[in-house]
């Protein structure tokens, strides 16, 4: 079983060709044992160079490397000691410059709106599509042609629990145009019966406790050129309520645009993994990837 996991593995990462490699794991061909350690340090101060870019990047930046079996059983234990790789990488590109955000895109706004704010407010998630990465609870509205329909995919649909459920898309920064062309979709939901009723059957799938009572939603982060007046470039009349992130990335707002109170917590704090963007200006960065391993 050992030798069967190794060969595996070898064959994986590239390394069936490597004479010193194959030498490591030649005893392991006789043993009985159930578990094994292997100090690669030797190996790697002597042939780190080498290696593909793939391994070169998984020993610089880890301590231990495990293989285990479809029980979640270590089975093989690669090890090794500290040493310094500092300019290990000399025919490599430049390393690319990160900074913090200074924009917030569409992603966010979806994070920010799942996360943050319907969780918050108690809402249950049905369906997150992100841009680019769209799942399997997709919207077929037009029910009856066949493969030629259109497939939908809505950034979050929700809903909060015996009251209503709620469609939202979201945009990365306002803008009137996009905001307004969102509006206009998302209200075919309410007036469409065909629209309609593709919601009601993504829930009969997919979550059968939501409301068939619809409520349209957009979020969108405001940088910060946006002013009150631009949301009177869009017709509000036409949504249920909007997610607003300010300039500042911060905090974010909540408007119910009628009578109706859709949320308890109207503003909060942003709360994001720590992320970053690819700096326009190049820098220095070698000593943040300086280490030992």
């Given at each position: ?182 509006i206009i979709e998302l209200s075919k939901y309410k ?13 009969d799938r997919f979550d059968k406790q939501a409301p ?62 720590k992320v970053y963007e690819v700096s326009k200006f ?12």
């Amino acid at each position: 079983m050992i030798t069967c996991i190794v060969y595996c593995f070898i064959l994986g990462s590239g390394l069936y060709n490597n004479k010193e490699f194959n030498k490591l794991v030649e005893p392991l061909k006789e043993s009985k044992r159930d578990v094994h350690e292997i100090d690669i340090s030797t190996f790697l101060s002597e042939n780190f160079n080498s290696l593909n870019k793939t391994l070169r990047t998984v020993f610089k930046f880890s301590k231990e490397f495990q293989i285990i079996d479809t029980k979640e059983d270590v089975r093989v234990r690669f090890i090794w000691k500290k040493f310094k790789i500092q300019n290990e990488f000399p025919t490599f590109p430049g390393i690319t410059p990160v900074q913090n955000r200074t924009l917030f895109d569409e992603d966010d706004v979806t994070y920010i709106s799942v996360h943050n704010v319907l969780k918050q407010n108690g809402y249950k998630i049905i369906a997150v599509s992100y841009p680019g990465a769209q799942g399997d609870r997709v919207v077929l509205a037009e029910a009856g042609t066949g493969r030629s329909q259109q497939r939908r995919y809505i950034d979050i649909i929700s809903y909060l629990p015996k009251s209503h459920s709620a469609l939202q898309e979201n945009k990365g920064k306002f803008s009137p145009t996009s905001i307004q062309a969102e509006i206009i979709e998302l209200s075919k939901y309410k007036k469409d019966k065909g629209y309609k009723k593709s919601i009601e059957n993504l829930f009969d799938r997919f979550d059968k406790q939501a409301p068939k009572v619809f409520k349209i939603g957009v979020g969108f982060w405001a940088n910060s050129k946006f002013t009150v007046k631009h949301i009177q470039q869009i017709t509000i009349d036409s949504l249920d309520y909007f997610i607003y992130i300010k300039a500042n990335q911060k905090d974010w707002i909540v408007f119910d645009t009628g009578k109706s109170k859709l949320f308890s917590t109207t503003t909060g704090k942003i709360v994001l993994p720590k992320v970053y963007e690819v700096s326009k200006f190049a820098s220095n960065q070698l000593g943040f990837f300086e280490t030992e391993i």
